[in-house]
Each structure stands twice: as C-alpha cells, then as structure tokens.
C-alpha cells in the first residue's frame, strides 16, 4: 500500500474559502474595481497561435527587469507568490534546516516549508503587530535557510523598515531572505533595489492585489545574478501562462490604474479607520489594502451578519495572535461606503469589541 | 553565503529550445492548427470580474470528472502535466527512494524526481523502443516509490499495454504509478477507468496537445479517492488559471474539434511514413502526433536545413538509445504537404539515414 511522505502527512492543510463567493468579496484582498481596462483589451485580441504554443517567459522577464530597474537575470515570473514561495522552499530546505516566520503571517509560508520537512520557527510580532525584528535577529541559528517576511504584512498591515531587513540579511548571510512585497502598490517602500548586491535576498510582487489580476496568475521573484540561476533550475519553465504573459506588458504600462487605485483604497481605508473609532471597534494602522478588526468573542456572529448584507469579510480570529480579529479589504469609494453603512448596523446589533480593551 | 541543496546542485537543467520559434513549428507537439474557435469566444468573453479574483478550480474539476466518468475527489486540476508529475514527486519521494522511468522518454520525470533527491533508475525501452515491460517488473525493489510511464512515449510514439500497466501496479503496490496519456486522443486507449479501483495509479491527461492550449497550462490528474487527497495537500490552490478554467468546459464539450484533428494527424503520419519508406529514413511506430526519425550523423545538418526551409523539427539526438534521431511533429494535411516536399529537398541534399541500417 503507498503511503505519502512523513512531512506530507504531518503538514497543515489550506483550504481558503472560496467556493459560493456571492456579493462584496472583501475577503482575499483582492482589487474590489477590477483591472485595468487595457489588460482586457489584450486579452480580447488573444488569438490562437497565442494559446496553441507552449509559453515563453523570458520577453516578459525582460520587460517585468526593465520595469524594476533589475537585470533580466535577477527576475524569474512566477505563477503567483505562491510558487516563488515553493521554489525558494525547494531550492534551499533540507529536512535538517529551520525556516523563520512572524506569526501572524500569510499561511504559505509554513505551508511549503513543512513540506520540505524542515522546521518551522515561529516568532510572534510585537505588541500592537509591530514587527518582531530583535526576535527574529534572535531566532536566527546555524539551521536556519529561510526567512520570510511579508512587509506590509498580511493579515496586519504592518511593516518592517528597509533597515531592519538589510540588518537581518546580514545576519544570515547563510539563509535565504524573502521579503513578500504583495501590497507594495499600497505602501510605497520597497527593498528591490537592494536585490543588485545582497546576496541572499528575494523579493516577491504580485499582479494579485493592486492589479486586480488574482485570476492570472502571475508573480515576480527578484533576487541576485548569483542566487536566481539555482530558483530558475527548480522552477518549471512553464509554469506561468501566455495569458498572463501577453498580458504583463500592459498591467505594468497602465501604472495610472495602478496608482489612482491604490490612492482610492488609502482614502477609503482612513475613513474606514475613522468609523471604527467612532464604533469603538479597534483596528490597527495599515500599509495594505485592508484593515484587521478586534471583533471580539462575537467575530463569527460579525462574519454572518456581514453576510447577510452581502459582504464577505475574513475571520483571522485562529491566526496567531488575532482572537476575535476580523480582516476586511478595503475596496472603492462607493463600496467603502456600503461597507460603513453595514458596519453600522452591525455594531448597532452586536456591539462587536465591547468587551476587550484594544 | 547561501547555497542550493544538494539535490538541486546535482541536477539537470531543462532548457526547452522555445526562443524565436518562427515559421511551421514541428518541433513540440502542440496542435499546428490552433484550437477550437469556441474557446476563443469563451476568451473573448471574459470579464475583469473573471480576472480580479483567485481562481476556484472546483467547479471546472467536477466537469472535468465527469467527462472522465470519475468521482470529481478522484480529479486534479494541474498546471500542464509538469505539475502534476512534480506533485506526485513531492507527495511520495523521499531521498532514499527509487523512481523508475523507461527511456527514452519525456524528461521532466527525472528533472522533479531528481530534486527530490531520490534515485533515478533508466529502463532502456526494447529494441524498436518497444515497452520493456519484463525490465520495468524486474526494476522494481523495495525502495521503489514511483514509476512513471508515458503512453504513447514520447519522443518514440511507441505504447504499453493495458494487461502491462496493470501488472506493474499490482507488482510495485508500494510505488505511486503514473501514466502520462498526454498524448491519449492520437491513441484512444486509455487506463483512466482503472483509477477507480487501483489504488497506487496515477493518470495525467493534458490540454496542451490535441486541444491545442498549451498556452493555458491545464492538465489533469486522475487517481484513486484514497490517494488524490494527499496530492491535494501538497498542490498550491491556485496553480491553475482562471482563463484556463473558465475554457476548460468549452474544450471539452467541443469533441468533435479534438477528434477530427487527431483524425487528420493520424492520416497525415501515414502519408509521412510512406515517403520516409520511400526515402529511405526508418521511422518507428508511432501512436502519437509525431514520428521519430533516424536521420543518422547528420542529425544537426537535417535540422538545419529544415529549419532553412522555414520548419521546426526537434533534434532527439542526445535522448538514450535515439543516437542520429530527430522527432517531428505531424499536423495537418496542408502542413504535411509542406513537410514533405521538404523531406524530399532534405534528403536529396543530405541522403540521410543512409549510412545506419534501421
């Protein structure tokens, strides 16, 4: 009888909920207006001989570099962060090595390093969601071979500084360093630059988020000339579709959509901030595209009646840390509003936050 | 410094030759011919409400199923055949184990079972490159953990028996077995049914070939409820696109499309075989929309000049056992007349196949 890998019995399962999302999806903080109406047109000129041919990656390589200022070969598109995750698990875990994450996190992580059987370290972020950085400077042993940070960070919103992530490639110059840039169209900073000369450092983009191309399936990994030859050897060289290829080009020559998108959301996201305070319902600062709420003991009831009113929000009250949180993305104007006016009626009923102390 | 596990060190690269593929494109066995125009529209049709949000691969696998005639927790959505062989690879390879591939045949079986670690054990196919059966049985140890056949093979064309296949199951009951039917709608025999109740075998189909949308990557794996939840575990959520997805029906309910192609594939490779006996070059049986031709020493002059003449083949040369062969892929009837006119100015220029007895 065939019986799976010892790591692959013992690992986590990832079920998002996706199935039956009906209404205001402001549940995977994903683009809540769509993408940019440039990358539909392309794909309405897709023809035949675009499908038919196996994809070929390296013209948009080149032009995803030029865009970030990077050499060609410090880029590898990926299908999603998911795989830049995976192959950077498979490039450089062995079962003996220890994997440091800051809990509470994108569950990706964990995932991928666990199936590698390497051993995963968790290092709680500071009080208020602050990044954990002496912590993670202190978790760091002979053993460790990845890191991974996601700045702004999911399901918080905080972020760590460039400092802060130089310092902590330095001290494990023997561990690859991801820094997960998902909502980086959100905030602004980036340490993709540093990617020319340290060594060990990844970072990862996505077109999931601010580009509203989550269905795409596309991500990019930078990192050294003298890493990304290894990546490249485990990746699959067609892994991302012609598709989303084709269609790259575009999204990142529509950089209006992008910015005016971005600067939308963060206008909805203080008045959003500003409610909650009125509702005496905590929220912690944000650098991304939405906010995690202390619900409290009634989070599952808030889910619902969110619901009811046709708006699907994400229970992180099982994250690390997060017991009774709530996370809600932060979508258009017009949605921010139906969002607050339910936000509203649902305080009015359940008088969500009332019995913690923020 | 960072540095790549050791597995990753040790193996091969996979660099397809895909950059500037002009002119009639023999060389990778997708459909010369496009796709079926109803995926087309259903591309056209796509909305940025399909494009903003991750991808839900359920629906499209309960189809998926029943086109099968299987149970839809027996299907598995993959991104092309790659991923689904390199699913089985992380799900049950050790580094202690041992991986049985028949040679010469596709590559990626090695590449994903490499980086694992585990050790690669080559079963040179018979003489004609029949399926050596007898040698895979006698391959067979306890620290066997996957078999992976292709059926047709490629690069050779050449099939393995249902009676075969399910030997091999019931003799490495301890090994995951896969059966790439990539190439299943050139041949029409097929061992999907028997995933129902065996429970080590695996089968992967594709959409890259007679459906024509390797740009898409969508494959599908198939194997037994006991089994397709632990490849489930390992495989990341969203590795299928949404476009794919959202096609996936239309591809299948379009047969009529795949048949008739296949039915001109199969009469054009009779058309092929009989000039090659004309001219001389031996070719081998093949089930599949492509035939292996033993061109001899001048292998790179016969690509070459193809390739002058504005026609992609690819060299197999460096395949085991396939010393001097090229393979071509067969398309359709007004292809083939251009190929062999071709063939004909080739082979009077290079008289190849000459100086080897087939």
Same mark, same amino acid.
């Given at each position: ?65 030029e865009h970030l200022g990077l050499e060609p070969e410090q880029v ?24 440091? #994450? =800051?809990?509470?996190?994108? +569950?990706? %992580?964990?995932?991928? *390093?666990? @199936?590698?059987?390497?051993?995963? !370290? ?107 030859? #290894? =990546?490249?050897?485990?990746? +699959?060289? %067609?892994?991302?579709? *012609?598709? @989303?290829?084709?269609?790259?080009? !575009? ?43 202390r619900i409290g003991e009634c989070h599952r009831e808030f889910v ?28 258009t104007a017009g949605q921010v509003d139906r969002l607050l006016a ?17």
């Open positions: 009888m065939l019986s799976a890998r010892g790591a692959v019995r013992q690992m986590h399962e990832y079920h998002p909920p996706l199935s039956r999302r009906v209404g205001l999806c402001l549940d995977f903080n994903e683009n809540t207006d769509g993408c940019s109406p440039q990358v539909l047109e392309r794909i309405r000129a897709i023809t035949a001989e675009d499908l038919v041919r196996y994809p070929e990656r390296e013209p948009a390589e080149k032009i995803a570099a590898l598109l990926t299908n999603g962060v998911d795989e830049a995750i995976h192959l950077l698990c498979q490039a450089y875990l062995e079962p003996e090595h220890e994997v440091i #994450v =800051v809990t509470p996190t994108f +569950s990706m %992580y964990e995932i991928y *390093a666990e @199936a590698t059987g390497a051993r995963v !370290v968790r290092v709680q972020c500071e009080c208020d969601f602050r990044f954990p950085f002496k912590k993670v400077l202190h978790a760091i042993t002979p053993a460790t071979r990845l890191i991974a940070v996601a700045s702004p960070n999911n399901p918080t919103g905080s972020v760590a500084t460039r400092d802060q992530l130089m310092q902590i490639t330095k001290a494990a110059r023997h561990a690859a360093f991801l820094v997960d840039e998902a909502y980086f169209d959100f905030y602004g900073e980036t340490v993709i630059p540093d990617t020319r000369r340290t060594q060990n450092l990844f970072v990862a983009r996505t077109f999931s988020k601010a580009h509203g191309l989550a269905g795409l399936r596309i991500g990019i990994l930078a990192g050294t000339r003298e890493q990304m030859p #290894v =990546v490249r050897r485990v990746s +699959s060289p %067609y892994s991302v579709n *012609a598709v @989303a290829l084709l269609t790259l080009p !575009v999204a990142l020559a529509d950089r209006e959509f992008v910015t005016g998108y971005a600067q939308e959301v963060k206008q909805g996201r203080a008045r959003v901030e500003q409610t909650l305070r009125n509702l005496a319902i905590h929220s912690w600062p944000s650098h991304a595209n939405f906010l995690l709420l619902a009646a969110m619901r009811e009113r046709s708006i699907l929000v994400r229970d992180r009250s099982t994250d690390p840390g997060c017991d009774g949180c709530v996370r809600i993305t932060i979508g339910a936000l509203r009626e649902v305080a009015a009923e359940l008088k969500p936050g009332h019995e913690v102390t923020a």
